[in-house]
């Protein structure tokens, strides 16, 4: 598949895609190899990651960000394939809706689990193969991570710990000439889809009444191809390499605060 026009060129980035199976990261692993980028696409879900990583000229290797174990011997082939490391898109996550008050244990632990401690886990496995000559790490946060997101509790609060740890990990590693950024997207994707489909028409409603207000641009969330894709390529390229501990909204203008 072709990126838009003036997509930056990732030609010889030896790259990792984790959440390759869906959404964003899938995205990215469907366009980065034409991009030139040689790329390890990570995901749980294993025969769909599978699936589009082939098509796109990507390696899939199953791997479960919550698991240490899993992360690090995923990380370690991925990097023997790929013949080291410079890049690492951590786009998985999961985004269940929990009012606060209801939130059960069960699923604060989970979505805290997979969101935060995977961003610790992935970036942390990263770290050890970037420390040598340096390399660019990108995280997924939300703009439900630095303004709250009612409904989404949880959700929201693994996001900001996502936001506090790029940029405490971007002030330490530094010296290393790694760099650690996240992404607060509002991209159209299958997870947006699971929201829309947990609401009422009248909630829906009022949800398109609302973004037709708070985007913009456009008045609802981007398109992964023609919004995302050029971005993230800009920001795993050598270009990018004076910039860390950056939050980069790429909503159509949603998120102004930072
Ligand atoms: N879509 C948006 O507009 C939006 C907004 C803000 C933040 N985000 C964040 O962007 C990232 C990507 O979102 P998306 O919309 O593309 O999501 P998506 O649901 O389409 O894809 C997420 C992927 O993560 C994988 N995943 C989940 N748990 C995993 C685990 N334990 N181990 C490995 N892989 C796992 C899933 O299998 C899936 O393939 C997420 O971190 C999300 O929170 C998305």
Redesign the pocket.
């Known amino acids: 598949m072709t990126a838009p026009a003036g997509t930056v060129r990732l030609d010889g980035r030896r790259i990792i895609v984790?959440?390759?199976?869906?959404?964003?990261?899938?995205?990215l692993v469907e366009r980065f190899p034409g991009l030139g980028a040689d790329v390890v696409s990570?995901?749980?879900?294993a025969d769909?990651?599978a699936r589009i990583a082939e098509k796109a000229g990507a390696r899939f290797l199953r791997?479960?960000?919550?698991?240490p174990v899993?992360v690090e011997s995923a990380t370690a082939e991925a990097v023997g394939l790929l013949g080291g490391l410079d890049v690492l898109v951590?786009?998985?996550?999961?985004?269940p809706g929990s009012p606060a008050e209801s939130t059960p244990f069960e699923m604060w632990n989970r979505v805290l689990?997979?969101?935060a401690t995977?961003t610790f886990l992935t970036n942390q496995a990263a770290f050890a193969h970037l420390r040598e000559a340096g390399g660019q790490i990108l995280?997924?946060?939300?703009?439900?991570g630095v303004s709250g997101l009612p409904g989404k509790a949880a959700?929201a609060a693994?996001?900001g710990a996502?936001v506090a740890w790029t940029r405490t990990a971007a002030q330490e590693w530094g010296r290393y000439g790694i760099t650690v950024n996240a992404?607060?997207?509002?991209?159209?994707?299958?997870?947006?889809d699971?929201t829309r489909a947990s609401m009422t028409p009248e909630q829906l409603a009022d949800h398109d009444a609302f973004m037709a207000r708070a985007v913009p641009l456009g008045g609802k969330?981007?398109d992964?191809e023609r919004d995302f894709v050029p971005v993230m390529a800009f920001l795993a390229g050598e270009g990018a390499r004076f910039m860390t501990g950056q939050i980069f909204s790429v909503?159509g203008g949603t998120l102004m605060v930072r």
């Open positions: 984790t959440g390759g199976a869906s959404g964003m990261g899938a995205g990570m995901d749980v879900t769909e990651g791997c479960d960000v919550t698991d899993s951590h786009a998985a996550g999961i985004a689990t997979v969101n995977g995280n997924f946060a939300s703009a439900a959700y693994s996001k996502v992404i607060a997207p509002a991209i159209w994707t299958p997870m947006y699971t969330l981007g992964v909503d």
